[in-house]
């Protein structure tokens, strides 16, 4: 019965390199959700994805940064040519259904661009 | 889209007193309201939630009251304790898509 998964938990890249972040939703969770937390500040939405499906990806930085989920294997949020500003924790939930369940979330990365 | 405000960004409050956080939503249409509690370095967890179709809902220490008309919803914490200081997070969901959208939070301390 293992909750969200995220991996790895600790992420150190250099500028211009490429980050990609790994979340394995909870058994029977066909919902995903990125979150990005900079520091001292609150929540905010990037993407939201069903299996194969981009649902929402309002969130999401137009460049750079892309999200999949795919049939089979976890959910993957990829940053390119990662810059400082990047830095920052990426918490990723699931949900067994979309709109008005508890949203679970995992353990978070956290990326530090240096 | 829908906009979360939360107040106060801080509260410090005494071991033993009640706790207050207020937030406001946008959306008219939001239905779902969850409050999150993130301690240091960990990652957010559900503490209670309210559905539109109840105006108050509570689970032992805890409390949240939803006024629809004036699109606010609150967080009530009585008989404080030392374990309550943490980072609280409203959020509200909406029925026109399917994302939360949170508060910016509500750092909580809890004076001995």
């Known amino acids: 019965n293992a909750g969200v998964m995220q991996n790895p938990r600790h992420l150190v890249r250099r500028r211009g390199q490429e980050a990609r972040l790994r979340c394995s939703p909870m058994?029977?969770?066909?919902?995903v959700y990125w979150y990005r937390q900079l520091p001292e500040e609150g929540l905010k939405f990037m993407v939201y994805?069903?299996?194969?499906?981009?649902?929402?990806e309002s969130g999401m930085p137009k460049e750079r940064f892309s999200a999949e989920f795919p049939k089979e294997g976890p959910s993957i949020l990829r940053i390119q040519q990662v810059v400082r500003g990047d830095s920052a924790a990426y918490f990723c939930a699931s949900s067994p259904a979309s709109q008005g369940y508890e949203q679970y979330f995992g353990p978070g990365t956290r990326l530090t661009v240096t | 889209g829908e906009n979360v405000e939360q107040h106060p960004s801080t509260l410090s409050v005494q071991e033993g007193d009640s706790a207050v956080i207020k937030c406001t939503y946008s959306?008219?249409?939001?239905?779902?309201f969850p409050w999150y509690k993130q301690e240091l370095g960990k990652r957010p967890q559900l503490i209670i939630d309210i559905r539109s179709n109840v105006g108050e809902k509570k689970d032992q220490r805890i409390a949240v009251t939803l006024n629809k008309t004036a699109k606010h919803f609150s967080l009530h914490i009585t008989e404080t304790q030392p374990e309550d200081s943490a980072v609280y997070f409203c959020a509200a969901s909406s029925l026109r898509d399917d994302k939360i959208i949170f508060g910016k939070g509500t750092r909580l301390h809890i004076l001995p």
């Open positions: 959306d008219s249409a939001s239905n779902y």
């Open positions: 058994k029977g969770h066909s919902h």
């Open positions: 994805l069903q299996k194969e499906n981009i649902i929402d």
